[in-house]
């Protein structure tokens, strides 16, 4: 039998070769790890693609391994650093960027065996964590005993604390509490060498060096793996008032931000949502959107009982005076509010089925023009589009709504995507406010930084990981002549 003129026969050698490598691989990290931290390839597909998937990214491994603890997560390293094996990090895979997808092969490396709170000491508001201990988890444990963890990114049942560093992820209360690095005083990764390196740790200050801890924060898994985390703790507020207000149009709505600054109040959060959203959504507001609502604020008060009620008072004062409706929400609403909030994507996915959402950020005077900018892209490829998240933080969730099922559609949205990216940088903003750029976001790195501050970076990357095998093709691209310059 011949394979000329049959594609599928002519590759079939070389994926049946593929197929052994990948089952010797597989028994030589049983050998290393055991066979308890390793996932037959049959079994792994779950560790194949990220949140991107509805995009239809999804990658292939050569060998899926769940280390038990920082020890085998070293042994991991060393045996792929030293064979040339990219390391793909994951944490719990929840991310928009394709930065926990394996690409093009290589080991994934998933976190979720690494899942200790190593210790906790409320009376120093403290906390140190291995890297795979899901978000909820520590918001839970803090709160039990009267404190708060405030960073917030999306899905907290399933993000890592590790993934949530790696990303800098934020969340509805940054307005006041910041990002996730603000509450990171201490890194434990594994290096390119192999070493366990300790970046910071309990101490509140420390100045005596280079911050690297800051620069594995945000590094999305390509300088090095992080096993675990000293986080900072807060005294919890007595009380959090959220109060919704509504307007007619978004120009309303963003003045009322502006107002909110210049008053100098200091809410935990404001949120906002555009028209199309609060079409997507109306249905499972708690107690009902009035018809009329083209623009909505979530503001939230927070402090003593006191504070909070008087930072309420004067809050709904500055948001009344160009709304159609200001409303403070029940105490017993407060969870399914935050719940609706939650809901948010999801619910503006299943408008059509597909959405591709991008996480631009501006300077805050440029808000209202960012979102109306979103509206006028997708309007430009006949796309159904919408737009909420942070606008205490001019971070928009810029999405755009297709049927996932057509390729032609996908299509669309990504050249939208690509317009919403160019305009967004002439705007003065980014490409990534907190989701980072992963593997979809990859091509913006040289449109968003100058040549000087790219090779920079790029330089840092070489250092900390010189064959380039941490999550290679995230974040940053290596053209051919930036390889010469770092080589």
């Known amino acids: 039998m011949t394979t000329q003129g049959d594609p599928a026969l002519a590759r079939r050698p070389a994926a049946q070769s593929r197929v052994a490598e990948n089952k010797q691989l597989e028994h030589d990290l049983g050998l290393l790890l055991g066979k308890d931290s390793i996932v037959p390839l049959p079994l792994a597909h779950e560790y194949l693609h990220d949140s991107t998937e509805m995009q239809s990214l999804r990658g292939r491994a050569d060998a899926v391994a769940m280390p038990a603890d920082t020890e085998q997560v070293a042994e991991l390293v060393t045996w792929c650093y030293e064979r040339g094996v990219p390391i793909i990090p994951r944490g719990g895979g929840t991310g928009f960027a394709g930065g926990a997808v394996p690409i093009d092969g290589g080991v994934v490396c998933s976190l979720e065996r690494l899942n200790r709170i190593r210790q906790f000491q409320p009376e120093l508001w403290r906390m140190e964590v291995d890297a795979g201990v899901v978000t909820s988890r520590v918001h839970q444990l803090a709160r039990q005993n009267g404190l708060l963890f405030p960073p917030d990114p999306g899905a907290s049942e399933q993000s890592q604390i590790g993934g949530n560093i790696a990303c800098n992820a934020g969340g509805p209360h940054a307005f006041k509490y910041g990002v996730t690095g603000k509450w990171v005083s201490g890194i434990e990764a594994v290096l390119a060498s192999g070493k366990v390196a300790q970046l910071g740790g309990s101490l509140r200050k420390d100045v005596a060096g280079y911050d690297l801890r800051s620069l594995l924060i945000g590094s999305e898994g390509t300088l090095g793996i992080i096993t675990g985390a000293w986080l900072r703790l807060t005294p919890a507020p007595e009380l959090s008032i959220?109060?919704?207000?509504?307007?007619?149009?978004?120009?309303?709505?963003?003045?009322?931000?502006?107002?909110?600054?210049?008053?100098?109040?200091?809410?935990?959060?404001?949120?906002?949502?555009?028209?199309?959203?609060?079409?997507?959504?109306?249905?499972?507001?708690?107690?009902?959107?009035?018809?009329?609502?083209?623009?909505?604020?979530?503001?939230?008060?927070?402090?003593?009982?006191?504070?909070?009620?008087?930072?309420?008072?004067?809050?709904?004062?500055?948001?009344?005076?160009?709304?159609?409706?200001?409303?403070?929400?029940?105490?017993?609403?407060?969870?399914?509010?935050?719940?609706?909030?939650?809901?948010?994507?999801?619910?503006?996915?299943?408008?059509?089925?597909?959405?591709?959402?991008?996480?631009?950020?501006?300077?805050?005077?440029?808000?209202?023009?960012?979102?109306?900018?979103?509206?006028?892209?997708?309007?430009?490829?006949?796309?159904?589009?919408?737009?909420?998240?942070?606008?205490?933080?001019?971070?928009?969730?810029?999405?755009?709504?297709?049927?996932?099922?057509?390729?032609?559609?996908?299509?669309?949205?990504?050249?939208?995507?690509?317009?919403?990216?160019?305009?967004?940088?002439?705007?003065?903003?980014?490409?990534?406010?907190?989701?980072?750029?992963?593997?979809?976001?990859?091509?913006?790195?040289?449109?968003?930084?100058?040549?000087?501050?790219?090779?920079?970076?790029?330089?840092?990357?070489?250092?900390?990981?010189?064959?380039?095998?941490?999550?290679?093709g995230k974040k940053l691209t290596f053209p051919s002549d930036s390889l010469l310059e770092v080589s």
Not at 327 to 341: D, G, I, T, Y
Not at 450 to 459: F, G, I, N, W
């Open 242 to 472: 959220p109060i919704v207000a509504g307007y007619d149009d978004v120009s309303r709505g963003v003045r009322a931000v502006a107002d909110i600054y210049a008053s100098g109040l200091c809410p935990a959060a404001i949120e906002f949502f555009d028209s199309n959203t609060l079409s997507a959504t109306r249905g499972s507001f708690p107690d009902g959107i009035p018809e009329n609502t083209n623009f909505m604020l979530l503001v939230e008060a927070d402090g003593s009982a006191p504070e909070a009620h008087h930072l309420s008072d004067q809050l709904r004062e500055v948001l009344g005076s160009n709304a159609n409706f200001v409303r403070v929400v029940e105490s017993n609403e407060v969870a399914s509010l935050w719940r609706w909030r939650a809901g948010t994507s999801f619910a503006v996915y299943a408008q059509l089925g597909g959405k591709m959402s991008e996480d631009i950020a501006f300077p805050v005077d440029k808000l209202e023009e960012a979102i109306l900018m979103v509206q006028e892209v997708g309007d430009h490829h006949a796309l159904r589009s919408c737009s909420w998240g942070h606008a205490g933080d001019a971070n928009l969730h810029a999405t755009f709504m297709f049927d996932a099922s057509s390729a032609a559609q996908v299509a669309v949205a990504r050249d939208a995507s690509e317009e919403l990216f160019a305009r967004t940088l002439a705007l003065g903003g980014t490409v990534s406010g907190e989701h980072g750029l992963g593997w979809v976001k990859r091509e913006q790195f040289d449109l968003q930084f100058s040549a000087e501050v790219a090779s920079l970076q790029r330089h840092i990357k070489h250092v900390f990981d010189p064959k380039d095998l941490f999550n290679p």
